[in-house]
């Protein structure tokens, strides 16, 4: 076990290796861009689907709609980038809403973030796959398996402690970047020496009307475009000094190749009335189109797999990242915020893989079906966050506060009109998942916190002295249940006679005349012990015995609740588990269950008997 | 917890009403036929699906292979005939393999029943779903999920102890054999007035040439419709005497019935040529040629849905009592042979359930991809049942051995070359699975069996001596591993000094400095107990835990292991579970594993902290 677990998540770390290293701004760029950059593969498929059911006249907007995205993109860019400098040792939504707008906000923020992150993992994955099986349309079938199995290959990525942030990362990252733009610049060179192309001649014909419902449609899950843009705000402390200027530089750089990429591949697609088949992105037919099917275009959709794989994996980063947040706090799972012996939180990790495996599942490995419920969480994080930033100048003030407050404030504008947008037009395609979701993890963290406070109140020694409080108890009577006379009993009986003088073996009886045979080896191997016989008509063990302990409690009248000693066998082999213990275990769960019931704490000690073999 | 429990299958019953009531006929065929009267509705899809891909040169043998299987019937009909009155107590496969061909090959016959068992449950139930899905094609895409609704239902029924043999399932039973009798009568009338049509008319286009090889195939698959024919061979004590004579004349009807029905059906569907939609079963498609698209052919679903779920529910009686023979015989898991408190061997129950519904899963609820796997295992056992048959009269002797072996000995023959024949055309479509599975259970079987041995040659007392082996213990040394100085851990303490003397508290530190708070309350509240601490640069809680455990044995010198006592939370709700006790739980987790490897056996003391709300 522990083997097996060392091969595969490698050797402990000490705590003294947390302090990490600081990113040039090359490195930097390719550790927090990949989920912003990869965006445009998920988005530009959506703005597709969204128009292609219109036909010709709907894909005629593809590019106005990435014009307004754009427009959105820039003015969240030059928010962010002043929450930067504002909020150097991490910025995030959770962090600003919490500081500027109360902890209720805060706590609404996480929410999102968690939702978000498992969102971003599903999302990429599968479009990773999609783009893959673009062009090798024999995996197109197989899309849910192999976004599993990336999934796993992350995971035992991240538990190992994965944080080379700046060197094996950067490679898909700087890969992707060069193999699109030269995509882009090879698709503008043949775009100026032929003239544009017409939908009218590729389009499927039209399934449905074009309306201004239609266009808001795919502009709502066009907006993905702009997920990841939030990466660098938590990330201020791992950029060389002057931290901020630098953090910001990267921003902008960040943003400018968003935009490029995006409105690039969406003009090209437009110009070369580029149309997909349904088991193709439009990415890989656009590509197709510029480069040709041959090993460049190969090359191309390898790189968009891989870059989007690396945005997964930021997610598991941020998601363990705010859950642990979360449980110092108290509102989230304490074993959240236990760092692991790989120095993450490994907890964190696997609660983030099993929902996203579980999303990539039950939506069919499908990204179309997953976007619905993206954009919802993303932007009413942003918007969060860009309104904490305007309380944030309104209440700190400072040099050109006013000019401040207005940008953010406008940041904040433009998304919550996304917001409502997405809302609106995306509710009953899933976002309403979302909107019901977001309540009911709010209450899970009331409750947690609850609990917490109210096992605190339960456990303080506030008020109590040692006199009363640890008043010494009598030694406890001993309950050992025997099936029958051997070695494990012999050992466990003397095991209870070393801590207790009042030790009673039970027998429960279930075929009438069993427990004679039993009754005559006591006489020799029983120490003395009295050996007592339960009757079983119904043919339990458990019913009889915690019957005969009830008994036991109310005749001895001293308030002490007997203990009971279980012998339990401990095999050489896992397997061997399914062949024993049965009965020693259904006791205990019997046991908890009378317990939280009854309220009788009574103790239970495991006397284990080695196996050989 | 227990009271859904009881709510769901009922409260427990006494051992005494075992005893059962005796079945007259007409109950005794309703309790035993449900399987073999239900095969046609598999048999015969398998068969059209087989020939259809040939066109109307294929389906044109759908009668001749129909003929070949009633052969078959007829022969193995007459040779079971003859089991019944030699083993009147109970004569299935493994019984009488095992008492005339030896233990071994009484395992293999184990070995296919189990696989069997499981396999009529997932047939039967995703055929049933099939008929009704056929009627109402909305439901086709949902057959997976119905599949296990069904499969839940009956799981709970047995698990209630489900008893009603003749009553609540006969009902389906003879709704079944009315409609079906009714529906052929009708057809014969339609025959006879109209004349015969051809597939040439009706037939899909041939994907493949009519080959030998492929009528061979759709006469494996259809040597199905012989499935359940052996399961009156079991039930011998439940008729009424004289007992033998009367299983044998409801065998012989039984057989008669699936006779009718199966070449009945086989035939009218070649007389009309009717051919089935891919949504559509071949025999939903003969009762709507037969008597229209009305109410009667919705009647006639439902009763082919009824009849597959209760011949599904045969299993639940023929699994358990299978697995609990091997559990006696020590080659399965014991808990396999509890009966459970409502007089049902509850656990293989469940186990079979989960078979079930695995298999559902796994091959997505289609009968057509279940069927290779079928027929392997059941043709084996018929082969050996008869087999063993041979040698029984061999053995035996008595009046006309050498007619009765004769008879079985054919039985025998024509078992062996069905197997034959479905081993070779089933093989790579799924029957090897079987093929593989059938020495894997075999191993597993000896590995138990081989395990419980071992277990017992170390338990065994004899050789020993009372006053050697049970020579009294000195007072084992406790340690109290703590976490923070609270309520919980005063009680724990209180506890661990009524039982011993020896009593050390340790503490691990994982950040520097965080023992200081716990040495000041620990002066307080330790009731003059040593407090030790442990740093822990790791992070890990057991591990120094473990290592001190480990030093401390050392030092002692005495040759015992110190006691470890854990303080635990007992939560008032199920969910706050998720909230606590991790730690706790790590740690019996390590012991465990360490104790295995090191053969440490220590005593494990669990001092239970009950929470309010």
Known sequence: MHTILNLLIGPPLPTQRLASERLNKIRALAAFSPDALSSIAYANQEIFLGLAIAGAAGLAYSLPIGLVIVGILVTVAISYAQTLPAYPTGGGSYTVASANLGRRIGLLAASCLLIDYVLTAAVSLTAGVAA????????????????????????????????????????????????????????LVKALLGSPESFSATAPTPTEPLTAWLVLHALAAGCTALTGIEAISNGVPAFRPPEAKNAVRTLLVMALLMGTLFLGSIGLTQYFAVVAKADETILSALVRRVLGTNILYVMVQVATLLI???????????????????????????QLSFLGDRLVFSNGMVLLAG????LIVVFGGDTHALIPLFAVGVFLAFTLSQTGMVVHWLRVRGPLWGLKATINGVGALATTITLGVVLISKFMAGAWVVVLLIPLLLLAFYTVKQHYQEVARQLTLRGATPETAAEPLRSPRIVLPVSGVHR???????????????????YVEINPGDADRVRQQWEKWGQGVPLVVVPSPYRSIAGPLLEYLDRLDAESGDGQFASILLPEFVPARWWQHLLHNQTAWLLKLELLYRRRRFGKVRAIIDIPWYLRE
């Open 308 to 334: 989007l794989v690396v945005a997964a994996n930021t997610s598991f980063a941020g998601f363990p990242r705010v859950a642990s947040l979360l449980a110092q706090d108290g509102y989230a799972p304490r």
């Open 355 to 358: 929902l996203t495996g579980l």
């Open 488 to 506: 494990g009993i012999v050992e466990a009986l003397r095991y209870a006679r070393s801590i207790s003088d009042q030790v009673t073996a039970v």
């Open 132 to 187: 893959i099986a673009s062009a090798f349309p024999a995996l197109w079938p197989y899309r849910v398996v192999l976004s599993l199995a990336f999934l796993v290959l992350i995971t035992l990525a991240n538990l190992r402690g994965l944080r080379e942030s700046g060197t094996l990362m950067a490679i898909p990252v700087y890969f992707f970047l060069g193999s699109y733009l030269l995509m882009l610049a090879v698709g």
